[in-house]
């Protein structure tokens, strides 16, 4: 099976802190998705990477960054963490070009103080 | 951007019970996933359909693309059954990203 690991089940930062989210998956998939999930907006899109070095902005990249340098390893950045990024995050992996869905990581709920 | 409208938002169903989930869906759309979130946040992949018909046990989907909408069915639910299941989108060719759903909430009592 494909796994997607996520290096924090639960995490708590402090306001202005850069905060660091880990996942790597074991499949050598190209494809790494970055999401938040909140309540009553559902799973947003944060940024993408289809190979290494690679990067494209989702639908609220504003506040993020991203490091790929590793095609196992996304890296999710809060360059100085908000109280409004409080949220669940999820990261997911896919493969290129193949009738394959995604598979999701167990998620880092991430609370800002 | 493509919208992705799921119905109905909470179901709440007597265990064995059978339930059809419904993802509509605005524009034409290149892959369709169904997935399910457990109580723990888990999202497990259900099924890849950008169109046609799969089962996967008691589970099965059916998307028709020219009409725009999917749907999920679940038979002979169990309180496992119970979670959130999103449907999702891939709008752009080429592009492998994913538009959600806001999700159906199912609850399965004993």
């Known amino acids: 099976d494909v796994k997607v690991t996520q290096s924090s089940r639960y995490l708590v930062k402090r306001t202005g802190e850069k905060v660091f989210l880990e996942c790597v998956q074991d499949?050598?998939?190209?494809?790494m998705f970055w999401y938040r999930q909140d309540p009553g907006l559902g799973l947003r899109l944060i940024y993408f990477?289809?190979?290494?070095?690679?990067?494209e902005k989702g639908d609220i990249p504003e506040g993020y960054s991203v490091s790929r340098e590793k095609k196992e390893r996304f890296s999710l950045i809060l360059e100085s963490a908000s109280t409004n990024q409080t949220s669940m995050y999820l990261c997911?992996?896919?493969?290129?070009?193949?009738?394959?869905?995604?598979?999701f990581g167990s998620g880092t709920r991430l609370t800002v103080v | 951007g493509i919208q992705v409208e799921q119905s109905p938002p909470d179901l709440i169903l007597q265990e064995g019970a059978n339930s059809t989930l419904r993802c509509n869906f605005s524009?034409?759309?290149?892959?369709l996933q169904w997935f399910h979130q457990n109580p723990w946040g888990q999202l497990i992949n259900l099924f890849y359909?950008?169109?046609g018909t799969k089962q996967n046990g008691r589970l099965s989907a059916t998307t028709v693309a020219t009409e725009r909408y999917s749907l999920l069915y679940i038979s002979s639910s169990q309180t496992t059954d119970s979670g959130v299941y999103f449907c999702a989108v891939e709008h752009n060719f080429g592009n492998e990203k994913l538009t959600f759903g806001t999700g159906t909430r199912l609850t399965i009592i004993p």
């Open positions: 990477s289809y190979d290494v070095k690679m990067k």
């Open positions: 997911a992996s896919s493969p290129r070009y193949r009738d394959y869905g995604y598979t």
């Open positions: 499949m050598d998939h190209e494809n």
């Open positions: 359909i950008p169109s």
């Open positions: 524009d034409s759309v290149n892959n």
